[in-house]
């Protein structure tokens, strides 16, 4: 039998992985800074950051410190921010989503003008940070959320967020037809450049919870009637074909790790970029797991952006960006 000698083994697989420089020169999947995108939360009327308890190490911006944290972030070579704004006041409409001067507004001027030559600036498209009630979108007088209504927010959101210099947007609402909309609404004002990352498959997760502390979000009850159901596959695949046929640039996955297998299904499937978000949940996992002890910290944080990039996923956003980036 070939590749057999006797009763030992002829083919030895533990040749190629004898040395750290034999595995890193046979390791098929690599991290890099220019891949990673972090995301970043800037909260109104505050003096000083103020910490997310269930994610350690992560804070609300100021826009003073917003500034400073992204040019670390630009420094150690990320590609991408992604920037999520938490206004002082939140109405049922989600007023300050739309004001010019609204939070998330100024924070993309200040970003954009400190470090907007050297890493892509992205923005949220999303009511939740804006609304009282929590909600990604309006609500109708019965108390639930009206697609159409909220694609017209979203039109106007996509147009002062272009105004104020962004790169990308990215919708994360799941309302059916946001993408074309979103397109639509950024032609209209000659904003053909500004690019879309479409939330493709954003699944109904619990591994969002500490991110509704991040954004001080209100919301009672859950995202069941627009965010997908955690049993499906295929569904994603559907609303995949519609994102690009809407006019997505690149495509999202969300959450990552719970979720490869629809990532790497995507990925399969498309020739636009294709992107996991490494959740909130994700990410205080591992740092509670860490905070007693129980996981070596840094390799389980890079052999989960590792298998996140293995499964498919071009670019990854992670609250670990920057300091992974500086390892790399
Ligand atoms: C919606 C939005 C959410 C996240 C990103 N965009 C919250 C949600 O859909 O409930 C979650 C990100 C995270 O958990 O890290 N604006």
Known sequence: MTGSYGEFPGVRPRRLRT???????????????????????????????????SMPGVVQHTRDTLRK??????????????????????????????????????AIRDVVAEVGDAVVVMSDLCLDEFTDHGHCGVLDDQGRV??????????????????????????????????????????????????????TAKYASAFFGPFREAVGSSLKGDRKTYQQDPANLRESMRELALDLQEGADMVMVKPA???????SKVADAVDVPVVAYQVSGEYAMVEAAAANGWIDRDRTIQ??????????????????????????
Do not use: C
């Open 19 to 53: 040395t750290p420089a034999m595995r890193r020169l046979v390791a098929e999947t690599r991290l890099h800074p220019a891949d990673l995108i972090l995301p970043m939360f800037v909260r109104e009327g505050i003096a000083e950051p103020q910490p997310v308890t």
């Open 146 to 199: 009206d697609n159409d209504a909220t694609l017209e927010r979203y039109a106007e959101m996509a147009q002062v967020q272009a105004d104020a210099g962004v790169h990308v947007v990215g919708p994360s609402g799941m309302m059916d037809g946001q993408v074309g909309v979103i397109r639509d609404a950024l032609d209209e004002i000659g904003r053909q450049d500004v690019a879309i990352l479409a939330y």
């Open 303 to 328: 052999e989960t952006l590792t298998s996140i990039r293995r499964a498919g996923a071009g670019m990854i956003l992670t609250y670990w960006a920057t300091e992974v980036a500086r390892q790399l």
């Open 257 to 263: 790790l719970p979720y490869l297998d629809v990532l």
């Open 69 to 106: 944290a992204a040019v670390e972030a630009a420094e150690a070579g990320v590609g991408g921010l992604m920037l999520f704004g938490v206004p002082e006041v939140k109405d049922a409409i989600g007023s300050q989503g739309t004001e010019p001067d609204g939070i998330l507004q100024l």
